[in-house]
């Protein structure tokens, strides 16, 4: 999202903003974050430095960042606490219309002597970091270390020089009058076939202009008078000053899955915009829309890490309860040799052989053989083989009841990844509180601080949706929800449909349900199932009164009767106009109806 003339014009706003002023406190929130409390003259501003992938930034926060569990400091934050906590901001920068903001700190060490210290803020995307180096350029800290196995070029580690990105084989703008550009572009006259083209080539021959800002400054020249080189030249001088000088004000579009911003007007993006009188204000409003999304989903595959190592474990104690129960299958013919032993003691010998050849009662032509022990009594040898019986046996009955409760978890485990992938915070929250009763991860730190009066019995409810015909839906977003909403919510009569043989989610449609709608909530359920993305997915449906739990199951599962089925394709086409469907009504109550 950030492009290098970006980053300058985000530099120089947070100089402003920032310069002389004291960094009284440093926190971590995260891995990935740090927040920077600086105190200037009437104000204290919160300036958040991130690395995660999925939206590294540089701003200032009203509400920043905290950690959800307090706990001791990192001894990497411990060691930026003691460079720059109490240091002062001399200035912010941008290096060479690159992605990376520098923040200048003056600080006093225990000797009480100067220091000089920078704070590198590398917004390159995938491969963004924060970095603390000193006056000589040598790193004394990182927020995401890269060692030579990660990259042969530039490794980040404390105690190394710290060494840029590559160069780029660009063109620095500032400065650069109308006649050179036009003297380039004319020198490569295919940068001006189309606006296409001439996005490209301002992307690969000029500093700072990343796809965003080319496309506009491409779509401005063709707007204002062609793809001439002039006219070509004139756009990109001009977006150039509108950008570092603040010509325009900022502008943020976002509609989307991706939502784009700027520090001018972006006339070639259509829909819904929002205009700001300054970068750090749009920067403000974008990242707390977009943080706790973004916090969701860390958290999220955190815990599905965690899962998928569960599982794995899980699947190889499946397989050993496995391998128990064929080997206790030869548990009937070790006791038969006993029998057998004692029934032929005249044709075994009594010691010194390792098997007996016995006639075979149930065919009198046969030979069997039985393996002996031949330090042992046939007496010795047929108690061998009852001991053995006797031991597989309960093997058996250990290795089947062992299994029954790995399969089951299996099952719990496997429903649980899917939750994830449509969990928001209240259901991700749900689900770890849920996860964390049943002893399958750990349970969070308690945060410091006065103790919260818990909230008794509050849970949140089921996702809610309106059929075509207006009959309410409502789905499950964790074991413990389908539970609460089957056994809980829904009315005996009520409809209750599940993926049938799949993990996903109960489904119940309140009160009588037409073709259409039934139609509905089973799409509902094979799209909240691990059956998703296939064809055909049958869906059961039977009344919630057909419904139990059987005792002591993991959440969400239960056992049914009287079911039909019904065959869907739950496509996402046909799936997002009943999801875009919310009823108005308030949810319904989570206390058991009478009969139920």
Not at 512 to 536: N, Q, V
Not at 585 to 593: D, I, N, S, V, W
């Amino acid at each position: 999202m950030f492009d290098g003339l970006l980053v300058a014009r985000l530099a120089a706003e947070l100089d402003r903003r920032l310069s002389g002023g004291q960094i009284q406190k440093i926190q971590q929130p995260d891995d990935d974050t740090l927040v920077f409390f600086v105190r200037t003259p009437g104000a204290t501003h919160a300036l958040v430095a991130s690395r995660q992938p999925e939206a590294p930034r540089l701003y200032l926060a009203h509400k920043p960042p905290r950690r959800s569990a307090e706990g001791p400091p990192s001894p990497r934050l411990q060691l930026i606490r003691k460079h720059l906590q109490n240091g002062r901001i001399a200035a912010v920068t941008a290096l060479d219309l690159d992605r990376i903001a520098a923040v200048e700190v003056e600080a006093t060490d225990e000797l009480g002597d100067r220091r000089r210290f920078r704070l590198l803020v590398e917004l390159t995307g995938r491969n963004a970091n924060v970095i603390l180096i000193d006056a000589a350029g040598r790193i004394l800290e990182t927020l995401h270390p890269v060692t030579a196995d990660m990259s042969r070029y530039r490794q980040i580690l404390p105690g190394l020089p710290y060494v840029p990105p590559p160069p780029q084989d660009k063109i620095d703008p500032r400065g650069v009058p109308e006649e050179e550009w036009i003297a380039r572009l004319r020198a490569e006259p295919e940068a001006l076939r189309d606006e296409t083209a001439l996005a490209e080539w301002l992307t690969r021959r000029v500093r700072g202009f990343g796809p965003l800002l080319a496309r506009e400054t491409a779509h401005r020249a063709v707007r204002s008078g062609g793809l001439t080189p002039a006219g070509a030249a004139r756009a990109l001088v001009r977006t150039v000053d509108i950008v570092l000088a603040g010509g325009e004000r900022p502008e943020l579009l976002p509609g989307g899955e991706r939502p784009a911003f700027h520090a001018l007007a972006l006339t070639h993006r259509s829909g819904p915009r929002e205009a700001f009188d300054d970068v750090l204000a749009l920067l403000q409003v974008h990242y707390e829309r977009i943080i706790p999304g973004l916090t969701v989903q860390r958290e999220a595959r955190a815990l599905r890490q965690a899962l998928e190592a569960r599982l794995g474990r899980l699947e190889k104690k499946i397989a050993l309860h496995r391998a128990t129960l064929a080997e206790a299958d030869a548990a009937e013919r070790h006791r038969r040799f006993g029998e057998l032993i004692l029934a032929y003691q005249y044709a075994v010998p009594m010691t010194g052989v390792s098997e007996a050849a016995v006639p075979d009662p149930d065919d009198p032509d046969r030979t069997l053989r039985i393996p002996l022990d031949p330090a042992l009594s046939p007496a010795e040898n047929a108690e061998r083989h009852f001991r053995r019986y006797q031991k597989l046996k309960a093997a058996r009955a250990a290795a089947e009841k062992e299994l029954e409760r790995a399969e089951a978890e299996r099952r719990y485990l496997e429903e649980a990844l899917l939750y994830l992938d449509d969990a928001d915070a209240e259901a991700l929250a749900d689900l770890k509180e849920e996860l964390a009763a049943a002893g399958l991860i750990a349970p969070p730190a308690p945060a410091k601080g006065p103790a919260k009066k818990p909230d008794a019995g509050r849970k949140s409810g089921p996702e809610r949706f309106l059929s075509s015909e207006g009959a309410l839906i409502l789905v499950g977003k964790s074991g413990g929800q389908n539970d609460r909403l089957t056994f809980k919510i829904a009315r005996p009569d009520d409809l209750w449909l599940h993926a049938k043989n799949l993990p996903g989610a109960h489904v119940v449609v309140r009160g009588p349900a037409g073709e259409a709608t039934l139609e509905e909530a089973a799409l509902i359920a094979a799209y909240f199932s691990k059956g998703r993305h296939s064809s055909r997915v049958p869906v059961d449906y039977t009344p919630v009164k057909n419904v139990h739990k059987p005792k002591g199951a993991p959440p969400g599962f239960v056992l049914y009767r009287g079911e039909k089925t019904l065959f869907v394709t739950p496509s996402l086409e046909r799936v997002l106009p009943i999801l875009a469907r919310r009823p108005d009504e308030r949810p319904p109550a989570e206390t058991a109806p009478d009969g139920a």
